[in-house]
């Protein structure tokens, strides 16, 4: 089992609000560089999206709850048939996205105990979960040619240190797609 971390990101480091969805000043970051940028499987996860499960925090679930069971191209069908893990201790009706269930007990315990490999999209603070315990196993970045300046970052200035090697950076559209996993120590 790996834990995969997905993000869309900004050569400084900055991860929200890539869609506009959060309604700040300089959301949709992402977005503006056209559909070919970020339209289907831009992160490569093939087989993994098949075989693992999605894990979202409560906000990302509801956003793509309502944007990908709308859609019937053959990435949606693979997003909308994946095992979907919900991070949340308010959420209780999982029905607006089929497979979809709620996390069941600690987030860390639920991860450590799963054996497919675990696809984290978006969800910053799941992420941060992650990552403060040692979870994350590889990050799979789509980096934006744009600088915001301000807003949440994935590797947050008081977090732990993170050692990591290039497995692989090519374009993808107006961005680039590099894969990092831990580094051997």
């Excluded at 890539?18 to 000043?25: F, I, M, R």
């Excluded at 990435?75 to 048939?81: L, Q």
């Excluded at 934006?144 to 590797?155: K, S, W």
Aim: with cysteine.
């Amino acid at each position: 089992m790996s834990v995969i971390v997905i993000e869309f990101i900004t050569l400084d480091g900055i991860v929200s609000d890539p869609d506009g969805s959060g309604g700040t000043p300089d959301g949709g970051w992402a977005f503006r560089h056209g559909p070919e940028t970020v339209a289907g499987d831009k992160f490569r996860l093939g087989s993994t999206l098949d075989d693992g499960v999605l894990l979202l925090g409560r906000g990302t679930w509801q956003l793509f709850s309502r944007l990908w069971p709308r859609r019937d191209d053959p990435f949606s069908a693979r997003m909308n048939a994946v095992p979907k893990l919900v991070a949340s201790r308010t959420l209780t009706d999982t029905s607006a996205w089929a497979n979809s269930r709620v996390v069941p007990g600690a987030l860390v315990d639920a991860v450590q105990r799963e054996d497919r490999d675990v696809i984290v999209a978006g969800s910053l603070s799941v992420v941060h979960t992650l990552m403060a315990e040692g979870l994350v196993d590889e990050y799979r970045l789509l980096t934006f040619p744009t600088v915001l300046g301000a807003g949440e970052r994935l590797f947050p200035a008081d977090g732990p240190p993170a050692h990591l090697e290039c497995l692989s950076a090519e374009r993808a559209g107006a961005a680039v797609l590099t894969r990092y996993g831990r580094a051997a120590r």
